[in-house]
């Protein structure tokens, strides 16, 4: 009882100090005027929160097909067979380029320039190429994610499938597999709120998302008011995910300490 009331006083009297700083400024006026204006903020949800609408939808498409891509991935480099060795290799070339470059820079040379080429049969839509930026490069660190999971499996799970018959493909998929996604799960989790929050890069190449919306309320008032608006949307968006990634971090590793144990 005493610590959490200590815990308590020493965030209010924290928090507190810092709020009487900001607001004490003498710039503060201005900046409340600019940044959190009430009635901008009121006047800019409705196309900030459409706009929203479009990262939730991107978002949700664009980590299905990580996840999924992300798998194929890991699987192809875990593979030992000897005739899998040009696939292992054209995987790793895969994982360094696509963590090498930025994100941002793939969404740009995607978003951009793709439909510029207007090659037929694919879409023209800057929508649709910055996605495929999106997970490509995302993927890359996913499969690392999965791969580190399945090297995380004891050997000895490998050899047991093998006595039993079971070919390696059979071995990935009945005894590798499902620890492995278990175990990954957590380190996923922080993947989801990350991509969550980069999906906004779309906004540069013209994707009506918040961002974009929100700019375009603030090009045609001069007023700041609808990013923080934006910023507010992505954190209702983040943090019960964020709280959730704690949650089963710290679980899993009461799970391990109790195996451990």
Known sequence: MI??????ISVTVVFGLMAWVVTSAAQWPRIKLQFFNIDAMIAAFPRVLQGFWVNMQVWLTVLACVLVWALVLAVVRSLRAPWFAPFRLMVVIYIDIFRGVPALLLVLLFGFGIPALNLPGLPNSGLFWGAVAMVLSYAAYVAEIYRSGIDAVHEGQRAAAKSLGLSEWQTLRYAILPQALRNVVPAL??????????????????????VREAQIYTATTFNYSSLIVAAGLFLLATIPMARLADYLTRRDRERRLQIAG
Not at 3 to 8: E, F, K, L
Not at 189 to 210: E, F, P, T, Y
Request: no cysteine; proline share 4%.
């Open 3 to 8: 610590p959490t009331a200590i815990g308590g």
């Open 189 to 210: 989790m922080n993947i989801v709120v990350a991509l969550q929050k980069d999906v906004a890069l779309l906004s540069v190449i013209g994707v009506r998302d918040a």
